[in-house]
Every structure is written in C-alpha cells, then in structure tokens.
C-alpha cells in the first residue's frame, strides 16, 4: 500500500457494524475496500476497551497501562481512548477501525485525538465509523454508509440534519403522586471531594428544585460521575458534609432506597442489563417494580398507564414486541419512559444519546424536552455532546482546576 486511503462510513442504529467489522478484518471486504485484503488490522471501540479493563481487572494483566500507576477504568473517557489508540498505533497496523471514536468526549478530548489521527495518515488507512455526521474529519476523502447486513454502500453526500420530531400525545399522570411538600429536592453546600487526597470537587455549591431542567456539562475528568454517584447515593464522600437528597442530610440514617424511589434513572449501559425476552409493555410496567423484566401479574390500572405511554410513544403497535429486537433508539425512548411510569421527583439521564444515530438523538431530545413542559419532574441530563434541539432551563457546569472542580450554575 504506497498511499494511506480513508474512509468515513455512516452508521444509524440499524448498521450492523460487528459483521463489517468482522468482514474487513477477516479480508472478506468489498469492491470498495479491496485494497484492505490481506492487510493487518486493528480496531478502536468501546468494547475493545473493555475488554482491555477486564484483562485489567480480572487478570491484572496490565496491556495498555504497564508504565503508569492509574488504572484504565479509573480514567476518563478522553483518556482511555488516547492512550489505546495510541497502544493500538505503537503496533503498526496497516489499517485502524474507529468505532464512534467521539462518543462521551468533550471538546478538548475530540480536538487531541483529531490531532493523533490527523498526524499518523500518511501512514496508516483509517476507516472511521459514526453515527453522527458533526464528527466527520475534513482529510477523509471517501464517504460510505452501512446497511443493516454490514454492507458498506459507496456514497459522496451526506444527507440533510433530521428535523424535529413531534410527539402527540399529552405526558400522561402517575398512578400515585411522589408527594414531597418542599420546593428544593437537592442540595449541595460546600462539598468537597477527594481521593486518595487527589481532589475531585471543590466548594460544590448547587441547588435543584421542583420542576426545572438542568444540564450538567463538564470536560472528561471534570467530576460528573462523582456528582451524580452523590445524588444517588451510591457515593459516601456525602457523609459528613452539607449534602441534603430529598430533605435528609446525608448520613442522617436515611437509606440507599430512600433516595432511589424518588429518582428515574437511564443510562446506555442499563440497557444492556436486559438480557431477558420481555416485550416492550412488560420493560414499561416493570418500571412500577424497578425489576429487570415482569415477574409478577401487573394491576388493570399499571397496563392503562403503560398503554397511555406508548401512544405518547407513537409505538402502540410495537407493545407485544420483544424490546431486545427494538432498535437502540426505540430501546431508549421505552427506558425513559420505564424510568417515568412513576413520574419521580428527579429524572437523571447520564449520556443518553451515546451510539445513537442524528435521527434518534433528536428523537429522544424531542422526548425530553416534552417530559420536561408537561410533567412535574425535575430532570438532570449529562452529556459532553452538544445536542442543538436540547432545551435546557439551567447548565451547571464543572470547571477543572488544581484543587478541584468547581461549579459554576447558569439560567438560560
């Protein structure tokens, strides 16, 4: 190969990349791609890295990190992707996969490994796989898309930004009211975070009330996760400190599940819980019992409420449908609206639009911003993805310095 040839390849979330990938590794390319045969390949995805924390942690076979302390999964996002791909370049292959490289990464973190990628190209063929058309890079040449077979499909536009979608049907109203009598939900004064006295958060000072809409931003690293672990109440650090969830001061003798039945969560990963055959309308009505399925006879009343839901929806046909055979993007509006057949007092949402294509994430954002007018539920969204359609009432953003993050809260 005398001259390194790029592709960018657009996916949505009925591409099936692992029989395109398996193919290009394997030398079974197309016409397109011929030149790739018996060529080494490598590829860079979240479930390479994966697999490398495993090995990590399971074996404590240290493949990409043998010359630092840190471990792979204590890293951010940003991080890990660096330092594999840079593993991954150290091997010389003759071509790289990029699987959604730009997931999870906030600006600085995209720009340094645009950088990286820009710098090796004359040297090596890099395929990059998206689902969304922002991440494209100007030096790839060639442009594809994926069928649901894993077939590339050559092509030289990309099509238009999808519309917003509209949904019709008015948010429906709970079984049973989380009644909580005051205004504020969560509270932090002053928090501080720190790990093995490395500093995380500093003089966390943020307030969350009844009913607003709040977007938590910050670059990878910056503290979010250990924010929201706290909102949870799956991080101790709270002890101690001016942290009140719902009205108790943490540490007060409140527990785990006090907090947990006035939050709806929904990250990508829960999704991947779901290994069992339950429909659609069972995932729903399994929301009332935070189970993982339907295991119990669901009351007259709980089927209504999950009828109503899916003609918000728009998927009333699909309710006896098996979820796992859903597409990704419908796989999410069905778990927000699981995590929402309560109407909880606060609804976290963590990366949400993760792996999803254009038209699904302004599907799920149209989904968002409509629970938010309609419902009384406060709702968290954390995302390093700018999603235009977003509407926001307030960002709270982390800003990272030496001591520590700290927050600075804005109205919109």
Sequence with gaps: MTKSKHWTIYIDNSSDTRTFINSVLESETSTALKYLKNLQGAVLSKSKIDALIQEEELHDLKIVTRNISQSLKSMSSGEQRKLVLEYLLGTKPDFLILDNPFDNLDLKSKENLTKILEKNASKISFILLISRKSDALSFIENHGSLTCEGKLIQHF????NVGKKVFFHQIPKPLIDDYYEHSVLIEFKYVHVSFNDVPILR????????????????????GKTTLLSMITGENNKGYGQ????????????????????????????????????????????????????LYQLPTEQQINLADQWLSVLNMKSSKNILFSDLTAGHQRLVMVARAMIKQPLVLLLDEPTENLDDKSAMLFVSLINKIAKESTTSILYVSHRKEEALEPQFIYELQKTDLGSVGLAVKI
């Design 242 to 293: 001016e942290l009140y969830l719902f009205g108790n001061k943490k540490g007060s003798g409140e527990t785990i599940w006090n907090i947990k039945k006035h939050l709806g969560y929904y990250s990508p990963t829960l999704t991947h819980n779901f290994k069992g055959h339950h429909s659609v309308e069972q995932m729903l009505i399994s929301g009332f019992t935070d189970s993982i399925g």
């Design 203 to 222: 003089n966390i000072h943020w307030t969350i009330s009844k009913g607003e809409f709040w977007q938590l931003k910050g670059a990878n690293g910056s």
């Design 157 to 160: 536009k990309v099509t238009a």
